[in-house]
């Protein structure tokens, strides 16, 4: 079980019509985060994963006018088909990260560490992705950000994305 | 080998005698890490340990006039008697931190990731503290705020400390 505070976290639940294991092969392949991590017209043009506490996370997104914003985090747990921990506040091998603080700025970085939890649901999976954040003014920013439209929308594209594999 | 960057990390490389299980002992135990950690007349007057990935990392130091200044920051790796890996970048369970940036702040909280590596050397310890930086300029912060001096008294401690157990 995973403790969230209301105040600081933000959650998104859901039932998908995909197997646990092709949930984690979305997330923890290079060549899938590229077909689905951005809801469009936004898109990943770019990412590398080195799948172990303290390996980075990278993802350049691009926005519709071509303009690219690469992010890089850094992973913390790896439980596979099961549990994935990343933070934006470290980078590769676990160095602090200096996130600029550009509030209102659209493609905005901020201070975050992801979970995500897969449970098998017959042959779905119960989703769950956790933001965890340092205050709840970084929390509300990642609200009206978009979070809940944005996480769902790309985890519509990441379904719609492993059916064709199959 | 842990790769450091000059212009971002601060390294303080030392044989010790005590062998490497009293080195992790101090370093992972609260009432040893009270009574070495913080060089005098500044005190640790409270430690909570909670030894693994994501565990929290907490002490109060007390300056000489009785000042309380609380710390919390979580551990990411634990090998036992070789290396062990803290962050201040993150709080307990991987929430990302809000350190208050007082830079001239006597007890200023800045954004690390201490790495304590031990390796043994014959019955004595070859001691290496890695602290990883975001920036040149919080490397130049911490390295002004006695880096150096301070690790390397609080490492004094720690030998002494641990051999009146002995």
Request: aromatic residues 8%; negative net charge.
């Amino acid at each position: 079980m995973i403790r969230t505070d209301s105040n600081l976290d933000l959650v998104l639940e859901r039932v998908v019509d995909v197997p646990c294991e092709l949930v984690w092969e979305a997330w923890t392949k290079p060549e899938h985060i590229k077909e689905w991590f951005t809801p469009a017209p936004w898109k990943t043009v770019d990412c590398e994963i080195d799948l172990r506490p303290g390996g980075a996370f990278k993802t350049v997104m691009q926005s519709p006018e071509g303009q690219r914003f690469p992010n890089e985090g850094c992973f913390l747990e790896i439980v596979p088909n099961s549990k994935l921990v990343w933070t934006s506040s470290l980078l590769a091998n676990y160095r602090p990260a200096n996130l600029t603080a550009k509030p209102g700025h659209e493609c905005e970085e901020l201070a975050m560490t992801a979970i995500i939890l897969l449970e098998p649901h017959g042959k779905k999976t119960k989703y769950t992705a956790i933001a965890l954040h340092g205050d709840s003014e970084t929390r509300k920013r990642h609200a009206d950000m978009g979070f809940k439209d944005g996480w769902g929308k790309a985890l519509d594209q990441l379904v719609e994305h492993m059916k064709t594999l199959r």
